[in-house]
């Protein structure tokens, strides 16, 4: 009788050792590295951004359009006991400021410097190159400088100078330097439809695209012009408004030339920039073969910036690609409040158009943007920015986006299980109410036994 109550406790006890422990310590664990990464999967954001490095030295491949931060600073002194014959000497007189670094957020900006000889210094900043909206002042003279000006507003373009004055009343006023603030996802407009295409047959002019996969999407507006494209949902003639992903436009001249502006509006009454595509009406007799428009180059004082959601802004220039990722949109923005009816066209390396987006005012920011839907294979794509000067087609900006994939992993949250979600302190009681339902059930089998 004793060797057969041993025996039983040490069947519970080993039941508890190498069954309940296991399970109340695996419960209690899996629940918390759930948590984890589902948490990691809510803050991930990529950031990595190549181009200007900020650094202060104007290397090979920045210039003073993609870095001006860099090369519109004056080089570092020379180290002492003095330097080539062609150095700048460090007097009072000669005050300069270099090592300029920027770091934007979404609602504030630092700016970090060094300068030639120890000053106190001014920051200005505003919307503007007149710099009005506020001043930073310093009361310490300093070599390393660095300040922070606050209350910014998101994706907003900030010029701002420096003044430096030394101990003997000299004045150093550098011109003025911009920086954006990031942007935040909510002051972007709605997405574009994609691989908008257009072919002319007997029936007419057939228009296709893929509506945006937003869950906020409503429907596509399409606006038909006679002599460009405009980037504006309520100009032109209305021909389409739906949710389908084809329209047929019947109403049209054989041998005319058409201009389609499809926008997408979601559910709260939002445009997207809208994509532009041109076709020729079908006619059944030979139409004179019209001439085709070669556009002009010229230079404008405007400089457009490309970004793309919680990523930092870069000039657009065809001196250096700027790099992109795959996955999200990327937005070309002009810092101009008012401005033609513009629009931008993509090609790829085998010279293919992948799309024509137009400008489209976007009253969060105040200025004209463009919404390039996602580019989803790799390499090095062309940018051309049209505009129709004195109703000529005239090239005003060119540059190369570099898209790269996007290595952001994604982290699916796990299915809910109520074994996983229970408190260590309900395990416990479980594992308490199995242990007494073991010592009843061999208690009562060992009386049965005793009774035979």
């Known amino acids: 009788m004793k060797i057969y109550a041993q025996r039983e406790f040490r069947i519970i006890f080993l039941v508890f050792i190498f069954v309940i422990l296991p399970f109340s310590f695996f419960c209690s664990n899996v629940p918390l590295a759930y948590a984890q990464l589902n948490q990691s999967n809510d803050i ?16 090979s491949d920045e210039n003073a359009l993609s870095c001006p931060v860099d090369c519109a600073v ?59 909206e506020g001043v930073l002042r310093s009361v310490i003279f300093a070599r390393n400088h660095k300040m922070e000006i606050i209350n910014l507003k998101p994706g907003t373009m900030y010029f701002f100078t420096i003044e430096s004055q030394s101990a ?18 909510d002051t972007t407009f709605p997405l574009n439809p994609r691989n908008v295409k257009a072919f002319s047959d007997i029936s007419g002019i057939n228009i296709s695209w893929e509506n945006p996969p937003d ?57 997207s920039s809208g994509v532009g595509v041109s076709e020729t009406a079908y006619s059944p007799t030979e139409v004179p073969i019209q001439e085709i428009e070669t556009p002009l180059k010229i230079s404008i004082s405007e400089v457009l910036f490309v970004h793309q959601y919680n990523q930092l802004v870069e000039p657009l220039t065809n001196v250096k690609p700027v790099p992109v990722n795959n996955l999200e949109s990327t937005v070309v923005d002009i810092n101009s409040k008012t401005m033609p009816d513009d629009w931008l066209e993509v090609k790829n390396e085998k010279g293919e158009i992948m799309g024509q987006y137009l400008f489209s005012f976007n009253k969060d920011s105040g200025r004209y943007q463009s919404v390039i839907s996602p580019l989803e294979k790799t390499g090095i794509y062309e940018v051309k920015i049209y505009r129709y000067k004195d109703d000529v087609l005239t090239i005003i900006s060119e540059g ?4 790269k994939e996007n290595t952001t992993l994604k982290i699916e949250k796990p299915p809910k299980n109520i074994f996983l979600n229970l408190n260590n302190y309900y395990l416990y009681i479980i594992s308490f109410f199995f242990l007494l339902f073991l010592l009843i059930f061999f208690s009562k089998h060992r009386q049965k036994n005793q009774q035979k």
């Open 215 to 271: 869950n906020n999407f409503s429907y596509i507006r399409i606006m038909r012009h006679e002599d460009r494209f405009r980037g504006d949902p309520f100009l032109g003639k209305l021909v389409y408004e739906g949710s389908a992903e084809k329209f047929l436009d019947k109403n049209v001249v054989p041998g005319k030339k058409y201009f389609y502006s499809l926008f997408s509006r979601d559910k709260q009454g939002n445009f």
């Open 74 to 132: 004056v080089t570092p002194p020379p180290p002492s006991g003095g330097g080539s014959s062609g150095s700048r000497p460090i007097t009072p007189e000669n005050i300069f400021i270099y090592n300029l670094s920027i770091q934007p957020n979404f609602l504030s900006s630092v700016i970090y410097w060094n300068s030639s000889v120890s000053v106190i210094s001014a920051v200005k900043w505003g919307e503007t190159t007149e710099v009005k």
């Open 168 to 185: 003997d009343g000299r004045i150093n006023l550098n011109p003025p330097i911009y920086f954006f603030t990031k942007f935040l996802k």
């Open 44 to 59: 991930q954001v990529q950031l990595d951004v190549g181009g200007c490095n900020n650094n202060g030295i104007c290397e």
């Open 400 to 403: 190369l986006l570099k898209v």
